[in-house]
């Protein structure tokens, strides 16, 4: 078997396309393989399939994944036909998409890898500059978009996160039926969320059964604006309520342990930042016991402690009548609490019981929020960051979009 039949088997290009020539440049360890095709054989139109003649040629190059190590490059003549109706077009090549420097093998190969590693780490792999591999992915990411099939919404979430510096935020969009994000709008404003939810068709959003969200105006108004009875699905769930009494809580700790501090003693809080804030209907508590001394001291952590541990306890209810009992019980006890964080939470709960309720009756999961958003978080992490809001959307809509993300021409090409 000559080079040239050989890389016409590794290659499987069929019929009009054919290997004409295979150029070996050791030096740069590198293999160009130029591909023909057969004239004899019609044209078809990229647009409408019809049959076309010759126009002109364009020459094109797309690197292909490696073989026998060495970086592969495909070039051909590409003819460009003239159609009827459509013009002067170039023809489809069944190993590339239109307009990538890339075999559609080669991007699928990044596809792949990208799902492991950070752009630069496939940058690296590859020697591929940081450039062209955001420009796979966002190829990848455009391609899944057109395929998808807009769906009725039943139950989804809408929640903001911050990417790179803090105070910067986006609004995500999160399908729990398909377990996909559907979109990353470029802030948390009403408006923008408004404008997203009104370009859903409208039984689209009749559809909707559950809308989970933390107790937030600009999304609650945004929702009331464009959800048919949206006072009866906007849901707080647990997640996003147990932050709130979570994030109480620490303060409290921080500052009371500032102040054993400032008066010279030695504080019983050093180093329990993490216990606290524990879901400890998670945990074993037995292995904890000297952490369990501490909640059962007069200490204010303890107190509200309590607090976010009951509050968490609050979310099996059947009925809106002894959900709501229950839940002012312990706003009774909060504004009683003497600890300004934690009342400041109550204040909130108390003015969003209605959607808490809501959460507790629908049987709202919070476990998909808590999970999407670690997994939001963990490809911050692998990113180092990102250098904008556009990049932080591809990233997203590429590991947790649902997407098909692959090129049309493998299937061809196959
Ligand atoms: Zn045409």
């Keep these: 078997m000559n080079d040239i039949e050989l890389y016409k088997s590794i290659l499987g290009v069929k019929q009009p396309w054919d290997v004409t020539n295979v150029k070996l440049d050791l030096l740069n360890k590198t293999v160009t393989i ?243 804030l524990r879901n400890s209907h998670r945990t074993d508590n037995r292995s904890r016991r000297d952490f369990m001394v501490l909640t059962r001291s007069t200490l204010k952590t303890a107190r509200a402690w309590a607090i976010k541990e009951t509050a968490s306890k609050l979310w099996d209810f059947t009925y809106r009548g002894s959900a709501e009992k229950e839940w002012h019980h312990l706003l009774g006890w909060i504004c009683r609490c003497r600890l300004d964080p934690v009342k400041k939470v109550g204040r909130m709960v108390k003015n969003y019981l209605w959607g808490i309720i809501n959460a507790i009756i629908a049987k709202v999961s919070n476990a998909v929020a808590e999970s999407k958003n670690a997994r939001i978080q963990r490809i911050k992490k692998m990113a180092c960051g990102f250098r904008n809001r556009k990049r932080f959307r591809m990233a997203i809509l590429f590991h947790l979009g649902g997407l098909d993300l692959m090129p049309e021409s493998l299937v061809n090409y196959a």
Aim: charged share 30%; net charge negative; glycine share 4%.
């Design 34 to 276: 130029k591909v023909g095709y057969n004239q004899s054989q019609k044209l078809q139109c990229p647009v409408c399939d019809t049959n076309g003649s010759v126009y002109d040629h364009n020459t094109r190059r797309w690197r292909h994944l490696d073989t026998c190590q060495m970086t592969t490059i495909i070039e051909c003549e590409v003819p460009r036909i003239s159609c009827d109706e459509h013009g002067v077009k170039q023809v489809r090549v069944p190993w590339a998409e239109t307009n990538s420097h890339f075999t559609a093998l080669f991007e699928a190969l990044v596809i792949n890898w990208l799902k492991e590693t950070s752009l630069s780490g496939v940058g690296n792999l590859l020697n591929l500059s940081w450039d062209q591999v955001a420009g796979i992915q966002e190829r990848a990411v455009k391609r899944g978009l057109e395929r998808r099939e807009e769906k009725p919404l039943v139950n989804i979430a809408i929640d903001e996160t911050s990417f790179q510096r803090r105070h910067e935020y986006v609004t995500v969009i999160y399908d729990k039926e398909h377990d996909a994000i559907l979109e990353v709008l470029d802030d948390r404003k009403s408006a923008t969320l408004e404008e997203w939810l009104k370009n859903r068709p409208q039984e689209h959003l009749d559809s909707i059964k559950t809308v989970s969200l933390d107790m937030w105006d600009p999304f609650i108004l945004a929702i009331k604006n464009t959800v048919p009875a949206a006072m009866t699905k906007i849901c707080f769930d647990r997640f996003h309520v147990a932050q709130h009494f979570g994030k109480a809580l620490d303060k409290v700790r921080a500052q009371e342990n500032r102040s054993f501090f400032n008066s010279g003693s030695e504080s019983p809080l050093a180093r329990t930042k993490h216990e606290w």
